[in-house]
């Protein structure tokens, strides 16, 4: 079987669908409130989010409550069961050290066949250090993209600031994943149709 690593936040889950309703939740009866719906945050920094700063939005990742509430992206847990009958899946994602301790139970919980690597924000600043040759690697991030040294590599979802700049294969969802990525070449071999000798395959 062939190695997948898939990242976590912006590509197996909604992250941000779930930090905005957690903003949502805190913030509704502030006066400066705005209701935001989640499409319309496009900063890395949740800039949108008006009423809180940067480090009360980082400290979201770090909550019990974003792993209660946060949503598999559109059909990922199905694809994602799909796949593991042709890789061997492991989940590579970056947070401190909180936000991973949750992270891997989560994975466990709603992923169990698949393997959780946590890369900690606090000694890292991409995914180069998890050694993926040979294998297809799916982010949403440019730069842990042309850092790694996987073999196949794949950006996932929506355009946004931190992954404009891609100029390599782009899955907008899980369907186009499956499309990319579902039938190994080994499985496309066997599943070839047999020809009559001395015809050609054109």
């Known amino acids: 079987m062939r190695d997948l690593y898939v990242d976590y ?3 197996i889950v909604n992250t941000i669908k779930a930090i905005t309703e957690m903003y949502d939740d805190e913030f509704r009866d502030h006066p400066n409130y705005r209701e935001v719906n989640w499409s319309e945050v496009e ?4 800039n949108e989010l008006k009423c809180a700063d940067a ?3 980082d400290a979201y990742f770090c909550e019990p409550k974003f792993f209660e509430i946060v949503e598999f992206m559109p059909w990922a847990d199905y694809i994602l069961g799909l796949l593991k009958e042709y890789y061997n899946i492991t989940i590579v994602s970056m947070g401190h050290t909180e936000n991973l301790k949750l992270k891997e139970e989560w994975c ?3 992923i169990p066949y698949a393997r959780f690597c946590g890369v900690n924000f606090d000694n890292h600043v991409n995914k180069s250090k998890i050694d993926m040759r040979y294998g297809v690697f799916i982010d949403d991030v440019t730069e842990n993209l042309n850092t790694s040294n996987a ?3 794949i950006c996932f979802g929506d355009k946004y600031a931190w992954n404009q ?3 390599g294969v782009r899955c907008a969802n899980w369907f ?3 499309k990319a990525i579902g039938k190994p070449e080994w499985k496309e071999q066997q599943n ?3 020809l009559k000798p001395g015809c050609l395959d054109i």
Not at 43 to 46: A, K
């Open 9 to 11: 936040d912006g590509v």
């Open 43 to 46: 900063s890395w920094e949740f």
């Open 55 to 57: 480090a009360h939005i």
């Open 108 to 110: 466990k919980f709603n």
């Open 151 to 153: 073999i196949k590599r």
């Open 165 to 167: 700049d891609w100029e």
């Open 176 to 178: 186009d994943v499956w």
């Open 192 to 194: 070839k149709k047999k």
